[in-house]
């Protein structure tokens, strides 16, 4: 990598890992494996940097889905409970996140992977199933089937599921 390519991705880094994190959690549900996805994501990048350097946060981010696909395929290992999205700074809305966030624990991988695409990075439909190389059709049922179990699950999050959704 040349000094430049260093500085860019340097730049990028700095300008986009909080971004990148909070992604991360959510995908994966766990800090630790979190930063495990950005920095294998990451590494990714470094090595292409040359190739992605005009638009590398669609590329990390795409790495991130389909890595945090992978461990999930791979081990189909059992979640543990989750703690809040972001201890240091308490909300009033704290009781509501706690809800949420167990919630979206007890969803399969795949469930929890198209929510997140779909409502906290605000993808399409069609952008979400060309991130995660599934059928539209496939989106559009998991995000339904997703919703409903949330309902099930979490009846206190109505308002922020809705009932149309």
């Given at each position: 990598m040349s000094?430049?390519?260093?500085?860019?991705?340097?730049?990028?880094?700095?300008?986009?890992?909080?971004?990148?994190?909070?992604?991360?959690?959510?995908?994966?549900?766990?800090?630790?494996?979190?930063?495990?996805?950005?920095?294998?994501?990451?590494?990714?990048?470094?090595?292409?940097?040359?190739?992605?350097?005009?638009?590398?946060?669609?590329?990390?981010?795409?790495?991130?889905?389909?890595?945090?696909?992978?461990?999930?395929?791979?081990?189909?290992?059992?979640?543990?409970?989750?703690?809040?999205?972001?201890?240091?700074?308490?909300?009033?809305?704290?009781?509501?996140?706690?809800?949420?966030?167990?919630?979206?624990?007890?969803?399969?991988?795949?469930?929890?992977?198209?929510?997140?695409?779909?409502?906290?990075?605000?993808?399409?439909?069609?952008?979400?199933?060309?991130?995660?190389?599934?059928?539209?059709?496939?989106?559009?049922?998991?995000?339904?089937?997703?919703?409903?179990?949330?309902?099930?699950?979490?009846p206190?999050?109505?308002?922020?599921?809705?009932?149309?959704a």
């Amino acid at each position: 990598m040349s000094t430049d390519d260093e500085a860019g991705f340097t730049d990028f880094v700095a300008a986009r890992q909080a971004a990148l994190s909070r992604t991360a959690y959510l995908l994966t549900g766990d800090h630790h494996l979190a930063q495990d996805l950005v920095q294998a994501a990451l590494m990714k990048a470094a090595r292409h940097w040359r190739r992605i350097h005009t638009s590398p946060e669609a590329y990390v981010r795409r790495a991130m889905y389909h890595q945090n696909i992978s461990w999930w395929r791979r081990r189909r290992f059992t979640e543990s409970g989750l703690g809040g999205l972001d201890r240091a700074a308490p909300t009033a809305d704290a009781d509501l996140r706690l809800s949420l966030d167990q919630a979206l624990a007890r969803l399969t991988h795949k469930q929890r992977t198209v929510l997140v695409l779909r409502f906290y990075e605000d993808l399409t439909e069609v952008e979400t199933a060309r991130a995660l190389s599934l059928s539209t059709s496939t989106v559009k049922s998991t995000t339904r089937q997703a919703l409903a179990r949330l309902r099930t699950l979490a009846p206190e999050l109505a308002e922020l599921i809705g009932a149309d959704a």
